[in-house]
């Protein structure tokens, strides 16, 4: 093999060897062992593919007599073929890449929703709650800073309680309580217990906070009394009937009018329970 054909296959790329040998149909069999020389040279080919039949091509007399010069005119074709065929592969691939992204790009069908019961009681905004409940209290009762720590503290274990109470009484009323109610009270429960770890301390407040606070322990009584006894009046609603339960919630109601004005829960004002006498 001449210099020039030598340098011809050195300066070819791996990709356009093996794409050289890996097309016989379209160059002389001379070009394609010469491919695989030079992969074998460079340590990408370990094994070796099978001898291709010799091929009787006569060259015209013309070219014949050109002697070494026939050589650059091959190379050069065959450059040009190697290029054009390399070309054409390159773009097959990268066309099929194409194809095999814009494919995985297609939006996929949206999954089905189902609904399912859930037995998560709402959340409400409890810190909210409790601001408004403060800025029913006169600034003179909020100067003790260790006192509006300690009512702020109270406050924010009774509204956490509260409003899971509210929610599932209200749900039983509804008629909405699922069959997870039950379990629903006892999350409320363990709300109130504590609030009861520290609403049984002796607190110093001024008149405003000492009677805010009354009104919360009395309400706080009440609705658990109420949570204890529901779900067994659940059915059928017979909770509507049972007078103690009907006049604990009603007092519920008139105890919290003095603590805040409407319910965080229902949005609604707390309702006063009027006392009539007959004569």
Known sequence: M????????????EAELRFLIEHPE?????????????????????????????????????????????NFLNLALAALVLGLGYYYY???????GVQAVAASARPKPMPRLTEVPTSAIPTYDVA???????ATVPAREKTNEEHLRQFR??????????????Y????????????????????ARQSWHEWNRAAVYHFKFGPVMA???????EAASSQQHILEQFPDLLPNKRFLKDRELVAREADVQDWLKDVLPTSPVTGKPY?????????
């Open 153 to 166: 503290e109270l406050c924010k274990r009774f509204w956490a309680a509260e409003t899971q109470t509210e």
């Open 271 to 279: 309702k006063a329970t009027v006392l009539t006498a007959k004569f």
């Open 211 to 217: 009677n805010q606070m009354d009104r919360m322990r």
């Open 90 to 96: 390159a773009r097959q691939q990268r066309g099929g």
């Open 2 to 13: 001449s210099d020039a054909a030598t340098d011809f296959y050195h300066q070819k790329t």
């Open 26 to 70: 379209y160059y002389q069999p001379d070009l394609i062992e010469s491919a695989r020389r030079e992969l074998r040279r460079r340590g990408l080919l370990q094994m070796e593919m099978p001898a291709l039949e010799p091929q009787n091509l006569e060259a015209p007399a013309s070219v014949a007599r050109a002697g070494r010069g026939v």
């Open 168 to 187: 599932l009484t209200g749900q039983a009323h509804a008629g909405k309580a699922g069959p997870m109610f039950a379990e629903q009270t006892l999350v």
């Open 128 to 134: 909210g709650v409790v601001r408004r409940q403060l």
